[in-house]
Every structure is written in C-alpha cells, then in structure tokens.
C-alpha cells in the first residue's frame, strides 16, 4: 500500500528526517490563516500516482492566491484520481535536489540503498541516461544500521548533513515494513539546511494489519469494485481488456498483446475456481472502463470449469466483442455453449490475441 505524502512525512518527521511546516487541507475554507508560512507556499495534492509535479498537482504561489490555486487543485483530477486533500507546505529555498531510496532488490533478494545527486527527476529517467550517477549499497536486512562507511560512500562529495537523514530513511524502511521508502526530492537549502521535499513509502500490503493502516483509500470506482470481488486489478491505459486466471497466464496475455501491437485496458485474475457469477463481474467491470473496445477472456481450466465460465461470459452479456481461450475441465460443453451464443473461442492464446488485433475499430 502506498501511503501518501502527508503520511510519509509523519513517519520521516518521527524518525527525525527534517520536513517542511505544513498542513492538510480538505477544503478551501481551511486556508484562511497562512500567515504562519511566509510569503510563498506549496499545494501538493494528495494523489497516489507518480509524476504528480508534472501533472499539475504541485503548484508553488504567493500565500494571497493561494485560495484561488486551491481551488483550481481541488476541481481538477491528477491522472483520473479526484484531488479530496491538498498538503500546504512552506515554500523551501532550494539549492540542491537529491535522490535517496531504500527498496527491496530482486535479484539481490535484499534492500538496496540508492543516492544520487540528481534528484527532483524520474530516477528512471536517471538510471537510463546516466546510471553512473546513482550510488547504491547492498544492505542484509539483519543490519538494524547502515554502516557509517556505506551512508560516507552513498553521500559521497553531497552535504555531510544527508548523512544522518540516510541512515534514518533506512530505520524508516525496517520498521515500517515497506517495500520503498523514497525521498525525492530530498533538498539543501541556500542556508544549508536539509529538508525532506517529498515522501513515497510503499508498505508491504502482508504488513498492513500489522503496521495498523487502513487498506487502500485511494482506488478508481473500478479498482474499488475489484477489491470488492476479490480480483487483482490494475488499471492500464489501453483498448484491451484482459480477463485471466493465475498471474503468470494473466501478465502472458498482455505480452503477447504488446506483441501484436496493442494496448491492454488492464491486468484482471480473476483468481482460482472462477465460477459463472465472478466471470460475469469482471467481464462486466472491464467493459464499462472507457476506451476498452475488445476484451480477452484467457483461462486454464482446473477446479475453474470451461463451461461455467462460458456462462459468466454469456450472462454479462456486454456490447463490446469478446475473444475466449479456454483449455481443461468441461472444455467442449464451454466450447459449444460460447458458439451457441455467437462467441469466438480459441485454443492457442497466440491465435485468441490475434483475432483481437483484426478487430476493427
Ligand atoms: P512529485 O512530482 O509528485 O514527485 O512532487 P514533488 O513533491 O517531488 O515536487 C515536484 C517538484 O516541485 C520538486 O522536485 C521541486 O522542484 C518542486 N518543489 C516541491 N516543493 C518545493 C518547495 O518547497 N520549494 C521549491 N522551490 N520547489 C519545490
Ligand atoms: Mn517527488
């Protein structure tokens, strides 16, 4: 679970990790008094989704229009997410942007702690164009402390005064149990001081109960509905929408719809032992997502029953085509339920993707 910035702040300002004065807003109303920030200050909308700077969701002004920019924040969405809570910060003088993470590596099977001095950007961005500039330190997550040489060797030539913020980053991400604990920007000021600008912690969602979250908050009406059901949902951008079973056939179908040039709309498992009522569900919420104009139904049968998801498939009954691969249990009665009702079925995923890709729009 990703939490927002507001909360990340919270958790790096208890760790001691200096963070600018700020405060959460529902509403404009509660900006009448700003006199405490100065002249200038910071609105960050609270959004879980990456580039939010970009995106318009950060704006810097003067604290007399800072009602107005408000306004305009909370009438906008970021990426598709509504804005229901702005962060207003004091405006920094910044004189230098860093980059620190911890995160788990996969290949190292531990955390990694990542610096670099090019910071305020898409770290991506970085690890494409320039992948010398990050520093990274291979930790065992038994080391309750990062060594002091690995935080002198991460900061490098920076401000010695980063140092301590990271060593604590990385007690942050042992406590909290996360996956990520990322501060980018992490800024110098003219004055020399050191400030946490921005804060994305990801807590393992096995931790959540544990670590006393709420689950997730900030879902799509989509992505609310699916965690309703059960599935494992994730929104895409594309013109396909893709129902499977298990991760691995489900991440397989839209490969191989990259591979044939198209978008998938989602990643959608629909989990073990799919019966008619939950195949129905997910056919039904994927087609009501705008722009999805074909959909993939590509599922292995075992406990889940061929026939049973032709039904589902048949009840949903949705405007859009819909594309079946089947294999396994009850297979042929699927078969012959689908073609009675006008569906196509296929027995090779390769075959089932390209028929999609000869669609028309
Ligand atoms: P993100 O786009 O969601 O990562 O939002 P950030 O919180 O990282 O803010 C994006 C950019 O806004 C930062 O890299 C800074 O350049 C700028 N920014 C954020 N806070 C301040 C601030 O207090 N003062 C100044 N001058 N710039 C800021
Ligand atoms: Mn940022």
Known sequence: MKLREHEGKRIFAD?????????????????????S?????VLKAQVDVGGR????????????????????????????????????????????????AVLIDRSTRQPVVL???????????????DPDRIRRFDISPLLTELPAFAVRDLVGPAPKALGPVVSALYRVFLEKDALLAEINPLVVLD???????DAKVIVDDNAIARQ?????????????????????????????????????????????????GLRAANFLDVGGGADRERVAHAVRLLAGSPGVRVIIVNLLGGITRCDEVAQ???????????IVRMAGTNEAEGRALLTEHGYEMYDSMDRAVGAAAEVKV
Do not use: W
């Open 37 to 41: 920030f100065g002249d200038r200050v």
């Open 312 to 322: 589902g498939i048949i009840d949903a009954g949705v405007s859009q085509r819909v």
């Open 191 to 197: 004055d020399g001081r050191v400030f946490a600008a």
């Open 115 to 129: 610096f670099t001095e090019a910071g305020g950007v898409e770290i991506e961005e970085t690890a494409r164009q």
């Open 53 to 100: 700077g970009k995106a318009g969701g950060v704006v810097i002004c003067g604290v007399d229009e800072a009602p107005a920019r408000a306004a305009e924040l909370f009438s906008k969405t970021i990426k598709g997410l509504a804005v229901s809570e702005l962060l207003v910060e004091e405006c920094l003088s910044i004189a230098h942007e860093y980059y620190c």
């Open 212 to 260: 006393g979250f709420r689950q997730n908050r900030d879902l799509t009406e989509r992505e609310a509905e699916a965690e309703r059901h059960g599935f494992s949902y994730v929104e895409l951008d594309g013109e396909i929408g893709v129902v499977g079973n298990g991760a691995g056939l489900t991440m397989a179908t839209l490969d191989l719809i990259e591979h044939y």
């Open 15 to 35: 760790a001691g990790i200096p963070v600018p004065a700020g405060r959460v807003v529902q509403s404009v109303d509660e900006l009448d008094d700003l006199s």
